[in-house]
T-cell receptor, first 114, second 119 residues
Framework: AQKVTQAQTEISVVEKEDVTLDCVYE???????LFWYKQPPSGELVFLIR??????QNEISGRYSWNFQKSTSSFNFTITASQVVDSAVYFC???????????FGSGTRLLVRP | NAGVMQNPRHLVRRRGQEARLRCSPM?????VYWYRQLPEEGLKFMVY????????ESGMPKERFSAEFPKEGPSILRIQQVVRGDSAAYFC?????????????????FGPGTRLTVT
């Protein structure tokens, strides 16, 4: 069975702190894709990143970085020097190459306090 | 280059009424996916449609829910005789082709969602 687990329900940090959001996934497929989405208070879903299973390079985009580790089936997301505007719910998602369904975790609510 | 459009953004219905949610995919996209987000939960797949065809409705509740994507016009998610448990955010996504292709990955682009409240 395929599954995405985001064990952290809610995280609260003070502005400028670094924060890591955890994502653990389960799949037996060898080819799959992992995603992170941001859902700000306004409610829309904002695509942040897609990572292919055959590409384990970590990625950095500005203050955002992603650590993909196949050995531990994890795809963690770090925000460096967090800002109030980063406050949102963040979802990790999985899609198998053989499927079109995105399987979402339950989300982590991040609150960045000034 | 408009993104995926959904309307209404907010919909309030009384128990027993019908709810109709509309989704206009991005220009050039002929594949539509509906997801439901219950309060405090992640999104769950409901249905996948191509123009005039339902490809996979395995995530749809067996009763009261239906979806269509006609040749002309938006995709419609219809919920008949709504109950309080139907209160949720309903997201539509579109892609230019099916995203099950092992050689090319077509992203699903999400709309802003429709928030349905059943009173």
């Amino acid at each position: 069975a395929q599954k995405v687990t985001q064990a952290q329900t809610e995280i609260s940090v003070v502005e400028k702190e670094d924060v890591t959001l955890d994502c653990v996934y389960e799949t037996r497929d060898t080819t799959y894709y992992l995603f992170w989405y941001k859902q700000p208070p306004s409610g829309e879903l904002v695509f942040l990143i897609r990572r292919n299973s055959f590409d384990e390079q970590n990625e950095i985009s500005g203050r955002y970085s992603w650590n993909f580790q196949k050995s531990t089936s994890s795809f963690n997301f770090t925000i460096t020097a967090s800002q109030v505007v980063d406050s949102a719910v963040y979802f990790c998602a999985l899609r198998m190459d053989s499927s079109y369904k995105l399987i979402f975790g339950s989300g982590t609510r991040l609150l960045v306090r000034p | 280059n408009a993104g995926v459009m959904q309307n209404p953004r907010h919909l309030v219905r009384r128990r027993g009424q019908e709810a109709r949610l509309r989704c206009s995919p991005m220009k050039g996209h002929s594949h539509v996916y509906w997801y439901r987000q219950l309060p405090e939960e992640g999104l769950k797949f409901m249905v996948y449609l191509q123009k005039e065809n339902i490809i996979d409705e395995s995530g749809m509740p067996k009763e009261r829910f239906s979806a269509e994507f006609p040749k002309e016009g938006p995709s419609i998610l219809r919920i008949q005789q709504v109950v309080r448990g139907d209160s949720a955010a309903y997201f539509c996504a579109s892609s230019p082709r099916g995203t099950g292709n092992s050689y090319i990955t077509y992203e699903q682009y999400f709309g802003p969602g429709t928030r349905l409240t059943v009173t």
